[in-house]
């Protein structure tokens, strides 16, 4: 399980308050974030998740912290897709694409149809994506967790507990040290590039340090549901 009251653990957010317009951050950082459209709703045994409907402005926003920005990281969370399969969505993001040194979690739409991490730097130029290789199911609860280790310039994808894919850093050094807000739900509130979530999302929490694929796969049987 995570332990917010290690230092490392810069954002453990269960959504167990499960009503108003704040998702409280139970780590030592209090990365507290506004609810803007999203909604609460219960899934089992007391825990709650933010509930998406696919439309712009839908989100989540918890303010730049010197914490959340890092270089080697792990981020994760549960996520449920609704509808179908063939739209991009972002489940969170540091900044945003345009910008520089951001660091997402993201499922791929269109052909792709799997999971992926970014950790880059310099407009994309620098570091890489992971896309999984994995189809995930409609209506089911999915662990999603996207590993960055700078020192062996790599970036990683596990679905489930189980590693799914992996990518070296394409040159340079990415430091991830971008200064937006970090949003869970789409991108930005522009409409041309929101690509907003249409489904659930249960347990966001970024590290800053690379677990191991034995950790991940802890904190899967430890925060599992049906």
């Known amino acids: 399980m995570i332990s917010p009251n290690d230092e490392n653990v810069v954002l453990f957010m269960p959504f167990s308050e499960g009503s108003g317009s704040t998702a409280y951050d139970y780590s030592v950082h209090s990365n507290n974030g506004s609810i803007t459209g999203a909604s609460y709703v219960k899934v089992k045994d007391g825990d709650y998740a933010m ?48 910008q520089t040194q951001y660091y997402s979690l993201q499922y791929r739409g269109g052909d792709s149809k799997s999971f992926s991490a970014s950790f880059k730097d310099d407009s994309g130029n620098t570091g890489y994506s992971a896309s999984g290789i994995l189809t995930p199911a409609i209506n089911e609860w999915h662990f999603v967790v996207g590993v960055f280790d700078r020192t062996a310039k790599k970036s990683s994808v596990y679905v489930d507990g189980e590693f799914d894919s992996e990518s070296n850093v394409v040159s340079g050094t990415v430091s ?31 590290i800053n340090t690379k677990l191991s694929q034995d950790a991940i796969k802890k904190i899967y049987q430890d925060t599992y549901i049906e």
């Open 176 to 206: 991830l040290g971008n200064t937006g807000v970090l949003r869970i739900g789409e991108m930005d509130t522009s409409g041309t590039y929101s690509f907003p979530v249409n489904g659930k999302i249960r347990l966001p929490f970024i």
């Open 51 to 98: 509930s998406f409907d696919g439309s712009a402005d839908k989100r989540v926003d918890i303010p730049d912290s010197s914490e959340l920005r890092n270089t080697d990281l792990t981020i994760g969370m549960w996520v449920m897709l609704k509808g179908n399969l063939s739209s991009y969505q972002q489940y969170l993001i540091k900044g945003r694409d345009s």
